[in-house]
């Protein structure tokens, strides 16, 4: 098995230049790490992560404490998992979905730490996990000293500073839709959603404040798709109705288009239909959903970057860890 001896003689640089390469500490030039890269394929060596662990009192193992299990999480979590594999870390999943007191939390917390991760994720899942859950959980890990990142914690636009986080903009790809929309002639925009979360329906708003027009709020029915889907179908009988419908997810806009299949109304002929998730089964509608794509892999590679440099003991960047990445409109078919 090659040792990092091994990896220094092939490479033709001192141990120490190694072991910074391996655990991207500290400054060492493009061309140095790529002659390491390549003697790690070459002799393909393989770190011993027991003895790193013991050496560090740290398992190589990042912790995520999950309030949210639904597919697009599950993509950040992937996309996390795979950029720490590559670092040699392993990831381990604690599911809390129905937590929703601090001290049950307090509790759980207390059973990962006992496995001495080398850092922790939290996936947020609604404005509680900031502002009820993190003001526990953020102390217990500053005093024992893990790394840690807030993964997209929905619901709010930014977490109170104090806590690292990786955000997503959801209002960016919204304000952007309505624009969209705007240029291609549509003059009476609506938007069809629950109205407790304010994220998207207050990037809406602004948008259709800025084009000078009224916002138009459809009846809400909840998640009952069959309700919206009756709700299409009946659409084009109203007087003046809207000649585009934004919604707050590709669910709730699938159901409202096959409403108006079921009604006959030409889409995007009479009237336009965007989405919000770009979910796999957007591409499959008919006509293909317009929607607005979640940068899903780029926040969950950032969180592990963010949990790695913080590993390796570097500084915090001068604005923060805190990191945001914009959705994006997705034009297809029905819009």
Not at 176 to 203: C, D
Request: hydrophobic share 45%; aromatic share 6%.
């Amino acid at each position: 098995m090659a040792t990092l001896r091994d990896l220094a003689s092939e490479s033709g640089v001192s141990i120490r230049t190694v072991n910074r390469v391996l655990k991207r500490a500290g400054y060492v030039h493009a061309k140095t790490r790529e002659r390491v890269g390549a003697a790690v394929r070459k002799l393909g060596y393989k770190p011993n992560l027991a003895a790193r662990s013991l050496k560090t009192a740290r398992s190589h193992l990042v912790a995520v404490l999950a309030f949210t299990a639904d597919e697009l999480r599950m993509a950040q979590v992937a996309a996390l998992e795979h950029r720490l594999r590559e670092s040699d870390y392993l990831v381990s999943m604690s599911f809390q979905l129905e937590a929703r007191h601090p001290r049950e939390v307090a509790k759980v917390l207390e059973e990962i730490l006992r496995q001495y991760p080398a850092g922790i994720v939290v996936l947020g899942h609604d404005p509680f996990v900031g502002e009820k859950l993190m003001p526990v959980i953020a102390p217990a890990l500053a005093r024992a000293r893990v790394p840690y990142v807030l993964l997209d914690p929905k619901g709010f636009d930014a977490p109170p500073r104090k806590f690292d986080a990786v955000l997503i903009d959801r209002g960016h790809g919204v304000r952007e839709a309505v624009a969209y929309l705007a240029r291609q002639g549509r003059q009476r925009i609506a938007f069809i959603g629950t109205p407790e979360e304010r994220t998207r329906l207050n990037a809406y708003e602004s948008a259709l404040r800025k084009l000078g027009r009224p916002p138009i709020l459809l009846h809400y029915p909840g998640d009952d798709y069959e309700a919206i889907r009756l709700l299409g179908k009946r659409f084009p009988s109203r007087s003046r109705h809207p000649d585009a419908v934004l919604a707050h997810s590709d669910y709730i806009a699938m159901a409202f288009l096959a409403g108006l299949h079921d009604a006959g109304t030409p889409v995007p002929e009479k009237i336009a239909v965007v989405g919000f998730d770009d979910r796999p089964a957007a591409r499959l509608s008919w006509p293909a959903l317009t929607t607005i794509a979640q940068p899903l892999s780029e926040a969950g590679h950032a969180a592990a970057d963010i949990i790695l440099r913080k590993i390796a003991g570097e500084r915090p960047p001068a604005a923060g860890w805190t990191r945001t990445f914009p959705t994006r409109l997705v034009v297809r078919g029905t819009a």
